[in-house]
């Protein structure tokens, strides 16, 4: 039975159709810089948003219409979505999904009752990813709903909800194995504080680097080889997140010696709360060699919150897609669609535009960056700008040939430097010809 009877499979239909039900610029098979446009996108859509997202705020009550739920509760809620979620992903044509444990079963009275209902929602998981062929981005963990976690899970004051969280990943994580997820994310949404008063920060920090570590060791005990991420958010819900972001993320892989084995899952309106742009953070991981993933979505920069809206910004998906393509593209990773619905839309045909925005937003955003990328004069102008790093006394400093003494030679030798224009107005004057 479906759930959408009037919604056929979307469909690409090109930049001049009027159909708001069709994709005017992702063109699944159009190869582009040697790859399908699926290939690089790999756009995943996550369950969280998509199929427990209410429109519930801080001030008001669900306001989402979803009749697939009428009159149901606890595991059957739970067993009803799941047909529905597939649907949902084969008709967008989204190869990948992404959840957590706790938003696709119950939370059960007892940690084992949990664990059981979990199993029931996977059989149903795995059956309907053989089905319609849709697979897993990632899974994770839902550490930071139930009150147990209020202290956090892996920072928290008690070792008892350290444990607790602990069984609750290892299990994700055989989950995430059994049903062949790509990868395994970690946002510890209470890891960290509100009050320093009350808080051992350096202690905290230490039990989440065993916590990691512990999570690499059983990951290699089960032989999942699916790619670890840590994905980065500074506040919200707690006032400093330890994963602030991207540089702060690095710092604590390489602190505690898991650089190795956890890549970033970067998430735009993240970025925007840490006062960043979301371009600035992928830099950030790509030259570090830690660009993993994308979590998809955009804030409202008028709003000091994590809004989770859908991606509609070309500039912003241009940006994007010009740092996944000068990292070498995504393996493990993809476009994850961690972005949620406007409370005022509630139909469930919203859930279907906000989808198809996001997947063209992005599809022009990589046409775009690929345009960009076969002009040439971007990266030819960032190329001159160094050109004194290419030979004589600058590819010595590169080198590590010299040091101070020879720099003062030099210096009084060549006299005062020449100053070149960056030229940004140029530059984006440049990028919105091909926008
Ligand atoms: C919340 C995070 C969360 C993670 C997965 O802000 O984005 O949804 O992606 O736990
Ligand atoms: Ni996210
Ligand atoms: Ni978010």
Not at 19 to 41: C, Q, S, W
Not at 114 to 140: C, E, H, P, R
């Amino acid at each position: 039975m479906s759930a959408f009877p009037d919604i056929a499979k979307i469909a690409y239909e090109g930049p001049q159709s009027k159909n708001p039900l069709a994709f005017k610029h992702y063109k699944a098979d159009e190869v582009i810089e040697g790859k399908t446009m699926r290939d690089h996108l790999r756009f995943s859509v996550v369950y969280w948003h998509t199929m427990c997202g209410n429109g519930t705020d801080m001030f008001g009550w669900g306001t989402a219409q979803r009749p697939w739920e009428a009159g149901l509760s606890g595991l059957d809620l739970a067993k009803a979505r799941v047909p529905v979620f597939f649907e949902i992903c084969e008709k967008l044509d989204a190869p990948y999904y992404a959840f957590h444990d706790r938003d696709v079963a119950p939370h059960g009275a007892s940690l084992r009752e949990s664990n059981k209902w979990f199993d029931t929602i996977v059989k149903l998981l795995k059956a309907q990813q053989k089905k319609t062929g849709v697979k897993l981005l990632w899974g994770t963990a839902q550490l930071f709903a139930h009150p147990r976690y209020a202290h956090g899970a892996a920072t928290s004051c008690d070792a008892n909800a350290f444990a607790y969280a602990a069984a609750q990943v290892k299990k994700a994580l055989e989950v995430t194995h059994e049903l062949g997820g790509e990868g395994y994310t970690f946002w510890g949404g209470r890891e960290g504080y509100s009050s320093l008063w009350n808080t051992d920060m350096k202690r905290e920090l230490e039990h989440l680097a065993k916590f990691l570590h512990m999570a690499v060791a059983y990951k290699k005990e089960i032989g999942f080889k699916g790619q670890f991420y840590i994905e980065p958010k500074p506040k919200e819900p707690t006032k400093h997140q330890y994963d602030s972001d991207a540089a702060a993320c690095l710092n604590f892989l390489r602190e505690y010696d898991l650089i190795d084995h956890l890549k970033l899952n970067l998430e735009t309106n993240h970025a925007t709360l840490a006062g960043h742009s979301m371009q600035h953070e992928m830099d950030v991981a790509g030259a570090a060699g830690a660009l993993g993933s994308i979590d998809a979505n955009t804030g409202d920069l008028m709003l000091g919150w994590d809004t989770d809206q859908f991606p509609t910004d070309i500039y912003l998906t241009t940006q994007c897609m010009l740092s996944v393509l000068k990292y070498g593209g995504f393996t493990t990773g993809g476009v994850n669609f961690d972005a949620k619905v406007r409370r005022e839309s509630f139909e469930p045909v919203d859930l279907f535009h906000a989808h198809i925005g996001g997947m063209d937003a992005f599809a022009r955003g990589l046409k775009i960056a690929a345009a960009i990328r076969a002009d040439g004069r971007l990266d030819a102008f960032v190329k001159n700008r160094y050109r004194t790093w290419d030979s004589g006394i600058g590819a010595d400093i590169e080198a590590g040939k010299v040091g101070f003494k020879q720099l003062e030679a030099h210096a009084l030798k060549f006299g005062e430097p020449k100053l070149e224009s960056g030229r940004q107005e140029f530059l984006e004057n440049l990028i919105n010809e091909f926008i």
